[in-house]
């Protein structure tokens, strides 16, 4: 398992991504709607890692509540699964606690979250390519 990403919730992907830019070497910048998580993503490609920008596209965007409550900022990190289906079940038989089930995420990627709960506060993603 490796780190995949690191997810920022932002207000407006087009407006961070010019902070970003100033500032990063990005290798390339992918944008992305994720119907399925009510989010607008750019995928910012560094050398051997991402970084995701999410805003909200609706109301009831999870991204639109973390925003509200908390600011911009980390909304959560992203460990690449071998098997997620595997990791899944090992997690959970060892009391971990998970929000939602396995769905599609960015790229048709396979993922699902371990509440912060279970991960001294973070918010963590499980995901796999397909």
């Known amino acids: 398992m490796r780190v995949d990403h690191v997810a920022i919730a932002v207000n407006n992907v087009s407006e961070a991504l010019k902070n970003y830019e100033k500032i990063l070497k990005i290798d390339k910048i992918d944008i992305e709607e994720v119907p399925t998580e009510r989010v607008k993503v750019a995928i910012l ?24 409550d908390r600011g911009e900022g980390i909304h959560h990190i992203a460990i690449t699964a071998d098997n997620i289906d595997n990791d899944v079940e090992r997690a959970i038989s060892n009391g971990t606690r998970m929000i939602g089930n396995i769905r599609t995420g960015s790229y048709g990627r396979k993922i699902t979250f371990i509440h912060p709960k279970s991960m001294n506060g973070v918010l963590t993603e499980f995901c796999q390519a397909t």
Request: no cysteine.
């Open 45 to 68: 490609r560094l050398e051997d890692t991402r970084i995701e920008l999410m805003e909200p596209t609706a109301d009831d965007s999870p991204i639109k509540k973390f925003l509200t």
